[in-house]
Structure formats: C-alpha cells, structure tokens
C-alpha cells in the first residue's frame, strides 16, 4: 500500500485521444466523477503534473451532491472527519507524539482541510486506494483512545443520560453528534431535539450578563441623576 510522502503519481497512460481535447480534466472529474479517457494536451499534462498533489478542489463547494452519489468519496469524506477530530486530540496529547508523526504519511490537508481535494486523492479514492490508508490511521488513532489515559480525559459525558461509565468523543461519528456551535458531544440518540443544552446555558449567561450590566447602568444613573440635578439648580 502507498500511503506514504507525496503519494500516488500521475498516470495518464489510460488516456486516449476523444473529441473532448483540451477541456480541463479536472471538471470532469468533479462534474461527473467521470476519470474518463480524455485527450490531454501536452500543455495540460505538464500543467497536471505541476498541480497533481495540491489540494485544490473542495468537492463541498464544487459539487456537494457528489458525496451523495459516490461512495467512495464519501466514505473517504467520513474517514477524513473522524481523523479531523483525532488528530486534534493527539496535538495536546504528549503521548501521541510518533502516532502524530504517522498521521503526516498522508498529506496535511486530508486531516485540516476536510472537503479540499488534489487530483492525487481524487484518483486515490476512485481507485479505492485512499481509504485504505485512512483507515489504518483510524483503528491506530482510536486504540491510543482507549489505552491512553490524557485521551481518555478529554473525552465526554453525554449530558441528556449523564451515563458516566460510557465516556464519547466526537471522532465516534455512528455514536455520537458534536454540537456544532459549542462542540460539546453527546450520544446521537439522545441529542435529537436540536436544542444543546450547553448552548442553552451559555445562552442563558449571556442574557443574565446583559441584563446585570443594564441595571448596574441603570442604577449607576439613578445614583447620579440628582447630583445632575442639584449642579443645575
Ligand atoms: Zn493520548
Ligand atoms: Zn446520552
Ligand atoms: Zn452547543
């Protein structure tokens, strides 16, 4: 398995000459999913070379359906999120040092930038290649989880059951769902309502702030109203 430095190289050997000559490869690609046998001129061909292992397609603002109908892309766009939040966890984890090393044998962006594509990872994931290495990252990543203790102290405890003894952690995407706002996590089948509770309450505080500097100005005038009032008469 390839998974390590630049990674995969260009092959345009399958490409054949097609009427489609000169049209950019790469809109096809995120278009249709479509690696078809393009003629590519030998302009765009140094011009791909240059650009293969750049992440330059974000597939969520291209064509976002596409991870609807591919489901290798899709696959590889679970994989990349669950390793998002490990590598988090791994950056403030002083035990995690090489196992973090091993998360940069693939490129950087796969695991910071969640929905940017190089036409490396394009072809990788068409050819089933790139989920492969994704995974063994993942099942390395979350048995430092369970064996590490740091890790283990930043995990979470769902506040809607409060079960103590099943401690979650938002890379557990079939268990749990991460609060977008606040990222506090909680157990899938209980955060169904939409209403974060900790998003409640931070909501809350900032209503009880408000209104406490409102009415320490209002008192603070009130305190000095008549003073103005005695300079004027
Ligand atoms: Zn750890
Ligand atoms: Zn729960
Ligand atoms: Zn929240």
């Not at 930038?113 to 994931?125: E, G, I, M």
């Not at 309450?201 to 008192?219: G, T, V």
Request: glycine share 4%; net charge positive.
């Amino acid at each position: 398995m390839q998974c390590r430095g630049s990674g995969w190289s260009p092959n345009f050997g399958s490409l054949s000459p097609s009427p489609l000559t000169g049209q950019p490869w790469a809109v096809y690609i995120l278009r249709k999913w479509d690696f078809g046998k393009y003629y590519v001129s030998n302009f765009s061909r140094d011009l791909l070379s240059k650009i293969w292992s750049d992440p330059l397609f974000s597939v969520q603002d291209l064509n976002a359906p596409l991870y609807r109908k591919v489901k290798a892309l899709n696959q590889v766009r679970l994989l990349r999120i669950q390793l998002f939040h490990l590598k988090n966890m791994f950056k403030t984890c002083r035990l995690a040092k090489e196992l973090l090393d091993s998360f940069d044998t693939v490129p950087g962006h796969l695991t910071e930038d969640l929905h940017l594509y190089s036409l490396n990872d394009l072809t990788a994931t068409k050819k089933g290649e790139l989920a492969p290495c994704l995974l063994e990252l993942l099942k390395a990543g979350t048995l430092h989880v369970e064996r590490c203790m740091l890790c283990q102290a930043k995990g979470f405890i769902c506040e809607f059951c409060q079960k103590e003894d099943d401690v979650i952690f938002p890379f557990e995407l079939n268990k749990c769902r991460t609060c977008e706002e606040c990222k506090a996590c909680y157990h899938k089948c209980c955060f169904k309502s939409g209403c974060c509770p900790r998003c409640e309450r931070l909501q809350a505080r900032r209503e009880l702030l408000a209104r406490q500097s409102m009415e320490s100005y209002l008192s603070d005038y009130e305190d000095e109203a008549p003073q103005e009032v005695a300079a004027a008469t």
